[in-house]
């Protein structure tokens, strides 16, 4: 059955920094998703992506975040200036249409 | 505002037992909803979808669109079926709307 892959499966990083969470979608899927999960709380969108565009973003997607389809499979989370409060699991998913979501094993982000 | 509510954070029941996860919830427009599943570190899984009407690992779902409800439900509950379950909400844009979460413990 084909998957949604994540990488890295965790990933560590200095408040301030730069990091670049990856994702390659299935391979037939026009849409793309982001979406994340502070400890304890519950899933929460963050944007989509459709026909290399942002098709909707939330609240929290702010300027410090930023999405691209750079090649034509990996889809890609920039977060610019990490902050704390950005740690937590971050769940890219796919779908062939607007149904029927894929998910990935997800990266879990710590900010230090 | 488009809301899912699962009022239970965690629901403890002896193998064999009935299950029923609740999930209420508020929207604007027709609405799509979705069980999703996530066992121990897992990816997040789709369970079942009130569209197809089907019932995967004894799981069922019936929409009450009057009580704005979208309970899961098992007859018998499995060990295995010990997980993470989250109800979602699909509206017109395609972004999903997920509920707090329900952890359910199957004991033997």
């Known amino acids: 059955e084909p998957e949604v892959t994540q990488t890295p499966s965790h990933q560590v990083t200095q408040m301030g920094q730069e990091v670049i969470l990856r994702c390659v979608p299935i391979?037939?899927?026009?849409?793309f998703y982001w979406y994340r999960q502070i400890l304890g709380q519950k899933v929460e969108f963050l944007v989509s992506?459709?026909?290399?565009?942002?098709?909707?973003k939330s609240e929290i997607f702010d300027d410090q975040f930023s999405v691209e389809r750079p090649d034509g499979s990996n889809f890609t989370l920039k977060i610019r200036s990490t902050k704390l409060e950005d740690s937590a699991m971050y769940f890219c998913a796919s779908s062939e249409e607007r149904y029927g979501y894929t998910f990935g094993s997800g990266t879990r982000l710590t900010v230090v | 505002a488009q809301r899912v509510t699962q009022p239970e954070k965690l629901l403890s029941v002896f193998k064999g037992a009935p299950v029923e996860l609740k999930c209420n919830y508020s929207y604007s427009g027709s609405p799509e909803l979705f069980w999703y599943v996530q066992y121990s570190r897992q990816r997040l899984q789709l369970l079942l979808r009130?569209?197809s009407r089907e019932s995967i690992k004894g799981f069922t779902a019936d929409l009450n669109k009057g009580e704005t409800s979208f309970h899961l439900k098992k007859p018998f509950a499995q060990e295995e079926d010990s997980a993470m379950y989250y109800c979602?909400?699909?509206?017109?844009?395609?972004?999903?709307?997920f509920g707090q979460g329900t952890t359910l413990q199957v004991k033997p």
């Open positions: 979602a909400y699909k509206g017109n844009t395609g972004k999903l709307i």
């Open positions: 391979s037939n899927h026009l849409y």
């Open positions: 992506f459709y026909n290399n565009e942002i098709s909707e």
């Open positions: 009130h569209i």
